[in-house]
C-alpha cells in the first residue's frame, strides 16, 4: 500500500482562492518530488526538495519540505483555472524507488 | 529531444492472457521505471531497469516481468491476466548518475482494460 499520505485527497475551489495540499511519510524521506497530472494526462514533474525545512518557489507555487524531512506541502496562491488538476507528491526510501502520494484532485469553480 | 514514448495507448485483453507493452526512453536517459495507476489512485512502482538489469522492484507478483534493450527502451510483460490489472501503466525514463532521485519523464501511458 501507498507509504506515502496525501490531504486532501479532493479540494473544490473558486478561482482566485488559495489551495494547499499536505504529504506525510510515518518514515525519513531523503528527497521529495512533486508532480502534476492533468485529467486524462501524465504525471509531470514540478520541482524535487532536498535539504530540510527547504522552500521553493516557482511562480504562484510554494513547495516545502519539513524540518525532519517527513513532511512536505505544496501551496498555490490566487489559483488559476489552469491550475486544475491531481497534485502529487513522491518520496524516495532505501531500495523502494519513488512512491507516490494518492494526490489531491483540485478542481476550480471559474 | 525527443520524449518518452508508449504503445500501444489502449488495450483489451481477456483474463488469462499475456500482454507486452513497449516504451521507448527520452533520449539521453539511461534509466526506466514501469508504474500500475489504477483509477484516482497514485502511480504504484512495479520495477526500475538500469543498464539493462532490473534495478528495484515493487510488490508487485512474478508475473510482471520486463525488458531494457541496449538502446534503453524497455518492456513490461504480465502473465496470466486478472481482472485487477486494469489500470493505466506509465513507464518514466530518467538520467541516474549517482546515489538520490532524477525526475521522472513519463509516458502519456498504455491503458490495460482485461474483462
Known amino acids: 500500500g501507498q507509504q506515502v499520505m496525501q490531504i486532501p485527497q479532493y479540494q473544490h475551489v473558486q478561482e482566485g482562492e488559495d489551495f494547499t495540499t499536505y504529504c506525510n511519510s510515518s518514515?525519513?524521506?531523503?528527497?521529495i518530488q512533486w508532480y502534476k497530472q492533468r485529467p486524462g494526462g501524465h504525471p509531470v514533474f514540478l520541482i524535487q526538495?532536498?535539504?530540510?525545512?527547504e522552500v521553493k518557489k516557482q511562480k504562484r507555487l510554494t513547495f516545502q519540505f519539513g524540518e525532519a524531512k517527513k513532511n512536505s506541502s505544496l501551496h498555490i496562491t490566487a489559483t488559476q483555472t489552469t491550475d486544475v488538476g491531481t497534485y502529487f507528491c513522491?518520496?524516495?526510501?532505501?531500495?523502494?524507488?519513488?512512491?507516490f502520494g494518492q494526490g489531491t484532485r483540485l478542481t476550480i469553480n471559474p | 529531444e525527443t520524449g518518452v514514448t508508449q504503445s500501444p495507448t489502449h488495450l483489451i485483453k481477456t483474463r488469462g492472457q499475456q500482454v507486452t507493452l513497449r516504451c521507448s526512453s527520452q533520449?539521453?536517459?539511461?534509466?526506466v521505471s514501469w508504474y500500475q495507476q489504477a483509477l484516482g489512485q497514485g502511480p504504484q512502482f512495479i520495477f526500475q531497469?538500469?543498464?539493462?538489469?532490473?534495478?528495484g522492484r515493487g510488490n508487485f507478483p512474478p508475473r510482471f516481468s520486463g525488458l531494457q534493450f541496449p538502446n534503453y527502451s524497455s518492456e513490461l510483460n504480465v502473465n496470466a491476466l486478472e481482472l485487477d490489472d486494469s489500470a493505466l501503466y506509465l513507464c518514466?525514463?530518467?538520467?541516474?548518475?549517482?546515489?538520490?532521485?532524477?525526475?521522472?519523464?513519463f509516458g502519456n501511458g498504455t491503458r490495460l482494460t482485461v474483462t
Open positions: 533520449s539521453g536517459h539511461n534509466t
Open positions: 518514515t525519513t524521506l531523503s528527497n
Open positions: 526538495l532536498v535539504k530540510s525545512g
Open positions: 518514466a525514463s530518467s538520467l541516474e548518475v549517482g546515489p538520490g532521485n532524477s525526475p521522472l519523464h
Open positions: 513522491a518520496g524516495f526510501r532505501g531500495a523502494q524507488k519513488l512512491v
Open positions: 531497469y538500469y543498464r539493462e538489469e532490473e534495478n
